[in-house]
């Protein structure tokens, strides 16, 4: 038996599944992916084999495994005691860094998960506006916590009721969070005005992922941004971007830089610690400066801010200024999509795979972008596990999402030769898969 099934049943014995955090369970594989170490764009598993790696710890491994600058900064946290629950001079610098290149960053507080820091803002933006209700759009994610995983992906057969009466993403969240919760489509002006026009005066928060990795790589429409942007400004909502995936990937500023369209806060995480657990939330001063000690919203933890990841996320930040950082990234994108589009073309397949920076999603069943979560229920599920595995036994490494159109993608240590390898791969299970993948 292979180390990789020995150690599932191993693993099985004292963690539910075999894993700490439950979307670690691949479904392509019918198995976790355990691993026994990574380097620079591959990772090995536990029988040795050889995988180049095109999750990137689901983009939160922009630099890829094992950078040599994250490896110095580990050292100087070692030299410095990892002193924990008090503030550096780091901080500040990190904190510093942030505002000067996140355009609606006034104010920066630190933490470890991107969920923490969507729960710690939004409790900021509703005590702020002194109101409750969310709106929130659908095929978004914005964290697994009671106040938001609610109404993002309604399954087929929920859908549009979600609209009506918002999805429950998982047992144990109470019927309370979902009644203050209100869903919208993306890209549609109409249906944002009315749900405003409605409910505009409770609403605390328009929350969205200005790129939406979570859900085939939908991008907002030319115009929707400013649209959102001048609606929720003329309503007193708060416009929140959550960049935890979308920060990093493409510019130092984020999507709200590259689209032009300033929020008044926003979460920022994934790459941000160079690997390591680092997010932060943002925003203008004066709704930042509600926390308490200035002002009187609770936001505390011991391991807030650990100076570990501060440090980390020090070098990271030094090395996305510098001028090879997006060049590199942005030739591996163009490699990597000018070598999809060429495949798909050729084969004609019913394959798109819409992209933003280092990051790309793979939707089945349609030839053209999604423009909103129901234009992804053509997506065939079952079929993509079976591309998943077929890919991973070839050696490539792409995460499952319970088989959904979700992301992956590249680090700075790729190669021109990496994506190569992985689009002879991708092209060799595309004919194997061919004529399930032309079936309209
Ligand atoms: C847009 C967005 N928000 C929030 C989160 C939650 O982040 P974390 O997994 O670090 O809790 C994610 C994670 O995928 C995300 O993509």
Redesign the pocket.
């Known amino acids: 038996m292979s180390r990789q099934k020995s150690h599932l049943q191993k693993a099985r014995e004292v963690l539910p599944g075999g894993v700490n955090?439950s979307t670690r369970f691949n479904r392509a594989l019918n198995s976790p992916f355990y691993v026994a170490r990574g380097r620079g764009s591959r990772v090995w598993d536990l029988d040795g084999n050889e995988y180049i790696d095109m999750s990137c710890a689901?983009?939160?491994g922009l630099l890829g495994n094992a950078h040599p600058l994250i490896d110095d900064a580990l050292l100087l946290a070692s030299k410095l005691g990892y002193v924990n629950s008090l503030e550096t001079e780091y901080h500040e610098e990190l904190a510093r860094k942030v505002c000067s290149l996140i355009p609606c960053a006034e104010r920066v507080r630190f933490c470890?998960?991107?969920?923490?820091?969507?729960l710690h803002l939004i409790r900021a933006c509703r005590a702020f506006t002194r109101r409750d209700k969310i709106i929130r759009i659908e095929g978004?994610?914005?964290?697994?916590h009671e106040l938001i995983y609610i109404g993002g992906h309604p399954p087929q057969s929920e859908f549009p009721g979600n609209r009506e009466s918002p999805f429950i993403e998982s047992p144990g969240i109470p019927q309370v969070f979902a009644d203050l919760i209100i869903p919208v489509p993306f890209n549609d002006r109409e249906a944002l005005e009315q749900v405003i026009r409605q409910h505009g005066d409770e609403a605390a928060v328009l929350i969205l992922?200005p790129v939406n990795?979570?859900c085939a790589c939908i991008k907002p429409e030319p115009g929707y941004l400013e649209f959102v942007r001048k609606i929720t400004e003329e309503k007193g909502i708060l416009l929140f971007f959550?960049?935890?995936?979308?920060s990093f990937k493409k510019n130092p500023g984020g999507a709200q830089e590259d689209f032009g369209i300033v929020p008044d806060v926003c979460?920022i995480?994934?790459a941000l610690g160079g690997g390591l657990?680092l997010?932060a939330f943002c925003g203008k001063a004066e709704i930042m400066d509600i926390y308490q000690p200035v002002g009187p919203v609770q936001h505390s933890g011991t391991f807030n801010a650990h100076l570990v990841p501060v440090l980390t996320g020090l070098a990271f930040l030094n090395e996305i200024s510098k001028p090879y950082f997006y060049a590199t990234l942005s030739a591996l994108e163009s490699q990597f999509h000018r070598g999809m589009d060429g495949m798909i073309q050729d084969l004609d397949l019913n394959v798109v795979v819409p992209h933003y920076g280092s990051r790309f999603n793979i939707l089945l069943g349609r030839k053209t972008p999604a423009v909103k979560y129901e234009d992804t229920f053509c997506h065939q599920n079952q079929l993509f596990l079976k591309v998943l595995r077929a890919c991973w036994e070839k050696g490539a490494y792409f995460h499952d999402y319970g088989g959904g159109p979700l992301?992956h993608g590249y680090s700075i240590q790729h190669s021109a030769e990496d994506v190569d390898e992985v689009l002879n791969i991708l092209e060799d299970v595309f004919r194997e898969f061919r004529e399930e993948l032309v079936i309209q």
């Open positions: 955090s689901h983009g939160a470890s998960a991107g969920s923490e820091a969507t978004h994610f914005h964290g697994y992922e990795f979570n959550d960049e935890i995936q979308s979460t995480g994934k657990p997010s992301h």
